[in-house]
T-cell receptor
Framework: GENVEQHPSTLSVQEGDSAVIKCTYSDSASNYFPWYKQELGKGPQLIIDIRSNVGEKKDQRIAVTLNKTAKHFSLHITETQPEDSAVYFCAASINYKLSFGAGTTVTVRA | GAGVSQTPSNKVTEKGKYVELRCDPISGHTALYWYRQSLGQGPEFLIYFQGTGAADDSGLPNDRFFAVRPEGSVSTLKIQRTERGDSAVYLC?????????????FGPGTRLTVL
């Protein structure tokens, strides 16, 4: 099955700086790559996703890049704010089954 | 509109007991998923429903776990003879279409603790 690895496991950034989280996946058939943000005591919330026919997608301060040849994708958050502090998960999917990374705990220092 | 809801939010039970966890998907969503999230880990797929039928139950860990969705809306995850290793957050998600690359919207989860 699909194996997704995520790095780093923890990330501390100064408010206003950028945060980058990287993921690799094993199954070249994966074609959908969502990113979820999870706050304490809540379920994961989709923040951005990318499909295999594009290499980059941006939504305000959040961007995702995909390199299908290397089988890796990354999340970039610019101008970080305290409310960006949360656990972020990448996932890869073949059809409906999401395989998640282990998560990155992001802390934005004021 | 209303999102995915799950009840109860917390469930504490004793080893060997039976539990039921309920999921109310977003209205009109035909696909429903159950995931399990252990502490410090990402969610792990358990089962996927398309309508009333379980299209893929390959993630269920053993035959103590069972899920139903009799009318194609609400789903119940049932765990028999609970074990301490079943302690986790059980997440439900739904998506509007066939499930193929459709966005999955998650509920808040049920935290199950088996003593």
């Amino acid at each position: 099955g699909e194996n997704v690895e995520q790095h780093p496991s923890t990330l501390s950034v100064q408010e206003g700086d950028s945060a980058v989280i990287k993921c690799t996946y094993s199954d070249s058939a994966s074609n959908y790559f969502p990113w979820y943000k999870q706050e304490l005591g809540k379920g994961p919330q989709l923040i951005i996703d990318i499909r295999s026919n594009v290499g980059e997608k941006k939504d305000q301060r959040i961007a995702v890049t995909l390199n299908k040849t290397a089988k890796h994708f990354s999340l970039h958050i610019t101008e970080t704010q305290p409310e960006d502090s949360a656990v972020y998960f990448c996932a890869a999917s073949i059809n409906y089954k999401l395989s998640f990374g282990a998560g990155t705990t992001v802390t934005v220092r004021a | 509109g209303a999102g995915v809801s799950q009840t109860p939010s917390n469930k504490v039970t004793e080893k060997g007991k039976y539990v039921e966890l309920r999921c109310d998907p977003i209205s009109g969503h035909t696909a429903l998923y159950w995931y399990r999230q252990s502490l410090g880990q990402g969610p792990e797929f358990l089962i996927y429903f398309q309508g009333t039928g379980a299209a893929d139950d390959s993630g269920l860990p053993n035959d103590r776990f069972f899920a139903v969705r009799p009318e194609g809306s609400v789903s119940t995850l049932k765990i028999q003879r609970t074990e301490r290793g079943d302690s986790a957050v059980y997440l439900c998600a739904s998506s509007p279409g066939t499930g193929a690359r459709d966005t999955q919207y998650f509920g808040p989860g049920t935290r199950l603790t088996v003593l």
